[in-house]
C-alpha cells in the first residue's frame, strides 16, 4: 500500500504563474513531510520540510501548507520560472523516510 | 554541495555475476542510505547504516547486502544481478537521524544507473 501518494505524474505551468504540487498521505503519525526536487541524472536535493506542528513553512518562492485533518500537503512555488522544471518529490518521515512516486513540472516559456 | 560520489556511474551486467557499488562521503556524517528509483514507484530505501559496521534493512533489501567498514564508504552488493534489479541506485548521507529523534536532511549522490541483461 502507498503511504504516500502523489497522485498527478505530471504538471505543466506558465512561466510566472503559480505552481501547485499535492501529496496525500495515509499514516497519522507521519510527524515531518519534506519536499525533494531532481534533475535528471542528478541525485534529489532538499527543497523545503514541515513539521507535523506546523500548518505552513516558507522559504523564498516555495511555501508548503500542512493539513494534517485531510492528510495532505502541497508545495506552491510563487512565481514559476524555467529551472524549476524538474521532477519533485513528497517524503514523509516517523521512524523511516517514504517517499511519493514524484511529479513532473514543467515550466512552459 | 555535500561530498558524495557513486562509483561506477554506469554498469552493464549479466544476470547472475555479482555487482558491488560503492559511496563514498567526505562529510563524516554518521547516516548513510542506499535507495532504488523505478518509474512509478519513487524512490525506495534498500539498506541504511546508522555506524560503522551498523547496517539495517529498508523497505526492498531481499537480493542485496551492504557493508561499511570505514566511515566513508557505504558498499551495495548485489550478490547473484536479476534483472529485476535494473535501476537507477542512489546513495544518501545525513548527519542525523529520525531514529535518534531529531529531524534531518538527506543529501544524495548522483545516482548509478546498473543495468541488468
Known amino acids: 500500500d502507498q503511504q504516500v501518494k502523489q497522485n498527478s505524474p505530471s504538471l505543466s505551468v506558465q512561466e510566472g504563474r503559480i505552481s501547485i504540487l499535492n501529496c496525500d498521505y495515509t499514516n497519522s503519525m507521519f510527524d515531518y513531510f519534506l519536499w525533494y526536487k531532481k534533475y535528471p541524472a542528478e541525485g534529489p536535493t532538499f527543497l523545503i520540510s514541515i513539521s507535523s506542528i506546523k500548518d505552513k513553512n516558507e522559504d523564498g518562492r516555495f511555501t508548503v501548507f500542512l493539513n494534517k485533518s485531510a492528510k495532505h500537503l502541497s508545495l506552491h512555488i510563487v512565481p514559476s520560472q524555467p529551472g524549476d522544471s524538474a521532477v519533485y518529490f513528497c517524503a514523509a518521515m516517523d521512524d523511516k523516510i517514504i517517499f511519493g512516486k514524484g511529479t513532473r513540472l514543467h515550466i512552459l516559456p | 554541495d555535500a561530498g558524495i560520489t557513486q562509483s561506477p556511474r554506469h554498469k552493464v551486467t549479466e544476470t547472475g555475476t555479482p555487482v558491488t557499488l560503492r559511496c563514498h562521503q567526505t562529510?563524516?556524517?554518521?547516516?548513510m542510505y542506499w535507495y532504488r528509483q523505478d518509474p512509478g514507484h519513487g524512490l525506495r530505501l534498500i539498506h541504511y547504516?546508522?555506524?560503522?559496521?551498523?547496517?539495517d534493512k529498508g523497505e526492498v533489501s531481499d537480493g542485496y547486502s551492504v557493508s561499511r567498514s570505514k566511515t566513508e564508504d557505504f558498499l551495495l552488493t548485489l550478490e547473484s544481478a536479476t534483472s529485476s534489479q535494473t535501476s537507477v541506485y542512489f546513495c544518501?548521507?545525513?548527519?542525523?537521524?529520525?531514529?535518534?529523534?531529531?529531524?534531518?536532511?538527506?543529501?544524495f549522490g548522483p545516482g548509478t544507473r546498473l543495468t541488468v541483461t
Open positions: 562529510e563524516n556524517h554518521r547516516y
Open positions: 544518501a548521507i545525513s548527519e542525523s537521524s529520525v531514529m535518534a529523534g531529531t529531524f534531518y536532511e538527506q543529501y
Open positions: 547504516s546508522y555506524g560503522v559496521k551498523d547496517t
